[in-house]
């Protein structure tokens, strides 16, 4: 017995194509979308980005900005990082979450409070970022990196341990401070307390400084002719007269050397965020429609300075339409029924 070959009706090929067309379409990005970064982040022509001041001070409110998909909600929210020994990050939540949803131009902002630093908690790196990335890796984070300054600011050092050389010139380092501080070093004398000299010499002036910056350097000078015991010394915030920090001082002639720490160093913020402008996908048109902090390490795909490789890059959007159609024709060339009929 011999099996021919079935005749393919005409509609085979239409139908074919049809259902073609409907996994093409399933590809879109905004039907694969799931976190609220997933759909923020899955328009073709507006990035995503979260955008925050570069400075933050402890009880205040600030506007956080946010671009990507036109009428999208993202929940962000403030988290105080730092690293351990081993590299590790850790996060700790800061203040409360705020909404903030796309216009139709895919721009958005809300205020976002932070409160008081609980008494003698210094300040330090701040990240503004989705809520739902707690604990992930930073380059998969949808964020803006800010800098959270307090009352009390952190005692970087001065290149010496307890024991610190008489006489000589020290440099006490700050950082996270709020500028325009004013801090004056002082030192115990039985019950009270007393001005420390900014230098050796008669006359010299008391070590007093006015920070301008967030890092900052007072200089003071460990008095000859104090005991060789331990003294206790400290910062003192001029204006509002409140101790910030004590450390003790034994004078020594030359004093023990200790480097400073390092800084932290944490991983690139959101390089791996796919459609954001940390990632730096393509060049052609996200309509960012307010400035970005300066803390936003990307250009601006609109401006010069952009990277002009880019220029012939096309949208995700363009690239599946044209494959799709290329696809079509070619299954209907393959499917059309004339190439199906038996010869004649």
Known sequence: MTVRPRRVGRGAPVSLTAALVLVLLSLHPASAATGETDRLCSHDEVRCSVQAPRLWAEGSTQRVGVTGRPDTSLTVRAFRLSTTRAGAVTWEPVGPEAEVTTDERGWGSADLALPAAPAG??????LVAAAEAEGEDLTTVLGAWSELVTRTPELVGDEYTADKPVGAALGLRLD???????YAVQRQEGSAWTAVPEQEGAGAPDARTTCEETRCTVSYVVPRGLSAGAHTFRLVDVRSGTPVATWPVRPRAAGERRELPAAEIFPVLGVSVQGSLA?????????VVRPRSRNLDVPLLDSPAASPAGAGIHSVRAVQFVAAGIAACALALVLRPGRLRRRR
């Open 121 to 126: 908690t210094a300040g330090g790196p701040l």
């Open 279 to 287: 990632a730096g996908v393509g060049s052609d048109g996200a309509a």
């Open 176 to 182: 996270h401070v709020v500028p325009g501080s004013v």
